[in-house]
């Protein structure tokens, strides 16, 4: 009996849901690298794959505790300093029952495993968009566009289990996140996380320099 070894094939279709959230005339304006990133959809079980290293990580006492705290409902923050000039690589897979996609985030360290961190967007809620994280505990997001950059910011912060959603009051909420996505030319980009608190000042900031591989 003959085995087919070869790779399944991946299917790549339109999407327009991130245009949606932005507009048209917003979403023509951002760099041609990043509307092709966001403007497709895998189907076939198919994944996005993006390599590069982590240039910059830094983190406060308090950003350091929250997110070795955050580790308790799934780890959805970068916690190790030793990742500066470690490999990192991202993937994306739609989820087709959830109406969003899974991002994965792999970042090496100095010594051990690499951290994993995986998260859920959905296109649902308020703003249009929910990150989930773990645990029932997801982020309502707002999108807009910065020169060549997409950018991602927290709106609110939520619980959502057996069918009920409790929005977090702004004392409990750790502070805004923001993430960003900003175009380099010569199929690169840079993917900047950065978490600030009113009262603790910049909890955690992360840079990591990627580049397109061929699908």
Not at 131 to 150: F, H, P, Q
Not at 185 to 207: A, C, N, P, V, Y
């Amino acid at each position: 009996m003959q085995y087919d070894r070869s790779l399944p094939k991946c299917n790549v279709i339109s999407d327009h849901r991130f245009s949606d959230l932005i507009g048209q005339t917003a979403w023509n304006a951002l760099p041609a690298a990043v509307r092709q990133r966001f403007g497709k959809r895998l189907t076939d079980g198919s994944s996005a794959v993006y390599q590069g290293v982590v240039v910059a990580m830094r983190m406060n006492v308090a950003g350091r505790v929250l997110a070795h705290l955050a580790r308790l409902v799934g780890g959805p923050l970068p916690h190790d300093l030793s990742s500066i000039n470690q490999p990192a690589v991202v993937s994306v897979t739609e989820d087709c029952a959830g109406d969003g996609q899974f991002w994965t985030r792999q970042y090496g360290r100095a010594a051990g495993f690499p951290q994993v961190i995986h998260s859920s967007k959905r296109f649902a809620g308020p703003t249009g968009i929910e990150e989930y994280i773990g645990s029932g505990i997801g982020i309502a997001l707002r999108v807009s566009t910065r020169s060549n950059s997409l950018c991602f910011e927290s709106d609110h912060y939520f619980l959502q289990a057996a069918g009920w959603r409790l929005r977090f009051p702004a004392w409990l909420q750790p502070g805004l996140l923001t993430i960003t996505h900003r175009d380099l030319g010569d199929t690169r980009f840079l993917f900047s996380l950065s978490l600030e608190s009113r009262l603790f000042g910049e909890l955690i900031h992360q840079d990591a320099l990627f580049h397109d591989m061929e699908e």
